[in-house]
Each structure stands twice: as structure tokens, then as C-alpha cells.
């Protein structure tokens, strides 16, 4: 009898490490379906606010437009800049602006 439990709890100790793992994908999946979803939302915002511009126009997006398009807060835009992904253009000591173009390519890098 001992036996047959013994072998019972190692049976159940192994479904329950399965189970810890498939818990483990399904947040990663989740996480990576949230990521596409966010990229789709941005990507129809952007054309939504006709924001698709082809290489020859790029046009200047002030911080407000840019975390607006990205649904971002300013401290998550700024450790963007800070990364490199995206580049500010600083006109003088209090304004900045981020081209058109260079957000298309961010976005399109997630």
C-alpha cells in the first residue's frame, strides 16, 4: 500500500511541475499577444490620425502627439529616448519634437 502511494505522489508532483510550466507559457503567450495587440492599436491610431507619411514628408510630432500615438507616459517615452530606440530634435532648451518617420520605424521594430 505504501508503495502504491508513494507512487501516486511522485504521478502528482510531476502533473503539478507540468502544470507550473504550462502556467509559465500561457503568461509568456499572453504577454506576446498584449505586445501585437498594443502594435495593432498604434498602428491604427497612427492611421487613424493620418499619421502615415511616405519618406519623402516627414513631419515633426511634439512630445504630447508622440505619447498620445503610443499611449505611453512621459517617463516610459523618455527611457525610449533613452534606450536609442527613438530620437528626440531639440529646437532649443525647452522644446522637442520627434519625426514622423522615426516613430514609424520604432513602431514597426516592436
Do not use: P, W
Not at 497612427?46 to 498620445?68: F, I, P, Q, S, Y
Not at 533613452?82 to 513602431?107: A, F, P
Request: aromatic share 2%; with cysteine.
Amino acid at each position: 500500500m505504501s508503495g502504491e502511494i508513494r507512487i501516486f505522489q511522485m504521478a502528482l508532483e510531476r502533473l503539478m511541475d507540468d502544470v507550473q510550466l504550462l502556467k509559465e507559457e500561457n503568461q509568456r503567450l499572453n504577454q506576446r499577444v498584449e505586445s501585437c495587440e498594443n502594435r495593432k492599436m498604434i498602428e491604427h491610431n497612427l492611421e487613424h490620425e493620418g499619421a502615415l507619411v511616405n519618406e519623402k514628408e516627414d513631419v515633426l510630432l511634439d512630445t504630447k502627439e508622440v505619447r498620445k500615438l503610443l499611449r505611453v507616459s512621459h517617463n516610459t517615452l523618455q527611457a525610449i529616448v533613452r534606450s536609442g530606440k527613438l530620437k528626440q530634435i531639440r529646437l532649443n532648451e525647452r522644446n522637442i519634437r520627434y519625426s514622423k518617420l522615426g516613430l514609424m520605424r520604432y513602431i514597426s521594430s516592436l
